[in-house]
């Protein structure tokens, strides 16, 4: 029982990193129909872009509170990853759109491949491992010689990860941002013959999913405290997976399939095999895409003669 | 009526709580040209699509009795077999040709089975057995003659992407005869011609019936086309069946007038005191 | 922008120069953090930052000029025309008759600079570096154009997206190891010698086997899902392979897989071995050229069998699925029959051509049949333009090719000093490749598209037609 309580508390923190990562896939898919191939690579830069600001501010600044750097690393590495989405947009998918259906998604595996390479080769192809921080644990129960424990890092990304689904969930549902968002989901000729920019909600589609993949990065640093530039992918397939598993297009199916996808992974580490965890995600995504492609809250697509 | 080559029995068909067609039953004659009007929404196209196989009927029964006796329950045929098998082909609304093949490619894709088998399932034509071309000659013979029939003889080198509406539209009937059909069904047929297309098209389907013996299945907006060319008309409205007979006889009928005009509830009492209902 | 036309148009060069500025002022902010910072490890062996502002200047420097060039040159043609102008600025000068010369006698020239090429780099060489040539250029390249001809049948005539086609490299690759280094030896020894030939159509019976094993759950899935379904079994296979080691020995992966010989012939340099028998000097670069003109046979023979079925009813059901699913199911044609067919046939050259790697290489690992395969088996199927083998072919040289070049920039290191590793940069530039190419041509390389049959005249189907398939 005791085991199980710590899983559950280890499969929520990574879940929330997945469900994360998960919003930007969802949310570029509901808008322009395309699976944001790069996507996980724009998570794997947000680590490094994390990475580098907390040793500049911590070694080169001094700042010593250790919470106020990561407050500024977050925001650095919001702004920044955003920065780089959009620049990929950009460049990479705006001149694609309404043109043939597979090279937005040729280019988005090239954009992933131009980005995992560029940062091995700008960064070194070696893991980047900083020293531990918020190590302290809360002690939840001690029965038995096994103990649960709940640490700093586990509530700080919680805490996070809670408080920006919040502020998000109220820029997609209450402001005109929000509505235009979803006006060019539903119908973007539509939507832009009413005055909709659409080019430019698309832009900050990409740029809303970049800035929480950011977060997703700056938690994963913290939690994990190593970073490596091939960390873009297998994250990635798994928030897609999340994505997928929520249903695509819909944002609380998102978190959801983070959660879900967190938990699955945890605990089939914990009582299966550490082994086959990932043969386990990529599994949940085959048979939810086969059986049930609407997802968990999507709505089914009918097929139309 | 035993020369029934359709027979619709209590046809339901439900889309979670919406009844798109409920308890419908009719009868086309072989050799009839046979019409299925309503207002829009009225059902139309479903009918189609559970009888061609797209959709899976919530009730009913559909048997299709070809000319040999041999006798198929399309609601429980896979869609392609309706196609092969049972020899119903069909046309659709929204045309869906394939664009991006020849017109004469089109009538070839048609003749996949046949040609299939000509083939030796493919491991015969890799090989390049004679056989297979002599058959895919008449293949293009075929195609040629309904390319003529159709006054496409000129395009048949273009992409069908290429062709105008109402080419288009002709070709999917060709594509749809170069199967063989006993049953050849068409999903307004006549949409987006213009009265001289319109006029052709009807030579073309009583040319399909006269020649071939097949017989048609049409849903249609088009009154002028309706009423000149079908023997026998089905008319739906909220998906249940409101007339039944010639067209004449359907023209007559007050609930139609009702149906397509629209009369205010009390007008219909009226209506339907006239004749006695 | 309709609106800045209107107003009184600022001259080009202010144009240019304003929007190299915010190009330049973008390229620091995507560039600044990873370039201006290097990590590294210190003496005890912490992780530091160091600065790198001079990279960082460079760079923007860089896109800064990019830019400028590139808005002068598009204000002085307008935006329609420079795609237009970048395809047709070689083609269009040439005069019908030549054009007319070159596309037709391009594949034969194309077919003989094939077979000539090992005696020509021989020749070129003189022995002493060909072994590089062919085995590098040659065998690696006709390695992929065979995939990229195989994945053709799947993603470019039937229009089924698959992702994962690396699995199917990959069962071709270990059918052969395992069969060649612990069946045969353990049941027909004296079969050691033919191993290659009889694994060969094993391994691609397999392959087409696991094709339509993996092909019938995701029949009903379409587009992007289909993609990310395949992409999620290549996937597995590979886990699967790499943990599951009393089967497959897991990362360390297989090695001494016995190598091709000529019918019956090793290879060696023993009395019965290729040399010796032929009265020739031993040398292992007659092992290269043979394996050279093996993987020319299994290439040729993919176009041969693709072509051909192009023109087979079965080859018109593919086209006609891409085209509109639902009307090929209103005539009669079994989609399920013919989307398995195209998984079949398309895992089957992959399982011959993972065969081949196998005896090429000797040894195999799963880090062969990662993801990082497939992107670029697709890529090089979209970007040659999806349906045409010679647009395919052109696309498989530029891109392996071109990659491959890198390793002979061995001169720039005299530029950039000794640490500079042109080959780190490798993959960098095709992803980028990649999107250059899709963004300056979506359809690819060669976007017609020529029709199977004719009744007068066989005219080339432009792009704007051909649809790219759902499912």
Known sequence: MEVFFQQLINGVTLGSIYGLIAIGYTMVFGIIGMVNFSHGDVFMVSTFIALIALMVLTTWLGVSSILLALLIVLIIAMVFTSLISWTIERVAYRPLRGSFRLAPLISAIGMSIVLSNFVQVAQGPRNKAIDPILNSVFVLSAAGGYQVTLSYKQILIMVVTVGLLAIFWWVVAKTPLGRAQRACEQDRKMAALLGVDVDRTISITFVMGAALAAVAGTLYLVYYGVVNFSDGFTPGVKAFTAAVLGGIGSLPGAVLGGLLIGLIEVFWSAYFSVEYKDVAAFSILAIVLIFMPQGILGRPDVEKV | ?277 | MPLDTARAAPSPVARAVKDALFAALVAAGVFGPLLAFKTTQDMQNRLIVEPRWDLLAVVVLLVWAGRFLLSLWQARVRPETTAAIGTHLVWGLIPQSIRLVIRNGLPPAALVALFVYPMMILSLTGGGGALKWIDNFGIQILIYVMLAWGLNIVVGLAGLLDLGYVAFYAVGAYAYALIATKVIPATFPGLGVWAFWICLPIAGILAAFWGVLLGFPVLRLRGDYLAIVTLAFGEIIRLVLINWTDFSNGYEGISTIPRPSFFGIPFNASDTGFAATFGLEFSPVYRTIFLYYVIVCLALLTAWVSNRLRRLPVGRAWEALREDEIACRSLGINTVNTKLTAFAIGAMFGGFAGSFFAARQGFISPESFTFMESAVILAIVVLGGMGSLIGTAIAAVAMIGGTELLRELDWMKAIFGPQFDPVQYRMLIFGFAMVVIMVWKPRGFVSTRMPTAFLKSRRAVSSAHVKEGHG
């Not at chain 2, 009795?65 to 092969?84: M, V």
């Open chain 2, 1 to 277: 009526m035993s020369d029934a080559i359709l027979r619709v029995e209590h046809l339901t068909m439900r889309f979670g709580g919406l009844v798109a067609v409920n308890d419908l039953s009719f009868d086309a004659r072989r050799g009839d040209i046979t019409a299925v009007i309503g207002p829009n929404g009225a059902g139309k196209t479903t009918v189609f699509n559970c009888i061609t196989g797209f959709y899976k009927p919530t009730q009913g029964r559909i048997t299709m009795r070809q000319k040999g006796g041999a006798e198929f329950l399309l609601e429980r045929l896979p869609d392609f077999r309706i196609a092969r098998t049972a020899k119903v082909a069909r046309t659709f609304q929204n045309i869906r040709l394939f664009s991006g093949m020849t017109v004469l490619e089109n009538l070839l894709v048609a003749q996949h089975n046949p040609l299939m088998a000509a083939s030796g399932w493919s491991i015969g034509g890799i090989l390049g057995l004679p056989s297979y071309w002599r058959a895919e000659k008449q293949a293009i013979e075929k195609a040629a003659y309904w390319l003529d029939k159709c006054g496409l003889t000129d395009r048949a080198d273009d992409p069908a992407g290429d062709l105008a509406y109402g080419p288009q539209r002709a070709l999917e009937i060709a594509r749809a005869m170069c199967t063989e059909p006993e049953l050849l069904c068409l999903d307004e047929p006549a949409a987006g011609l213009n009265p001289r297309e319109s006029l052709v098209l009807n030579e073309l389907l009583r040319f399909i019936r006269r020649e071939h013996g097949t017989s048609l299945l049409l849903i249609e907006h088009d009154m002028s086309v309706v009423m000149e060319i079908s023997d026998h008309v089905v008319v739906l409205d909220y998906g249940t069946k409101i007339s039944d007979g010639t067209p004449s006889q359907v023209r007559e009928d007050p609930k139609v007038i009702a149906a397509y005009l629209g009369v205010d509830d009390s007008e219909v009492e009226k209506v339907e005191a006239e004749v006695g209902l």
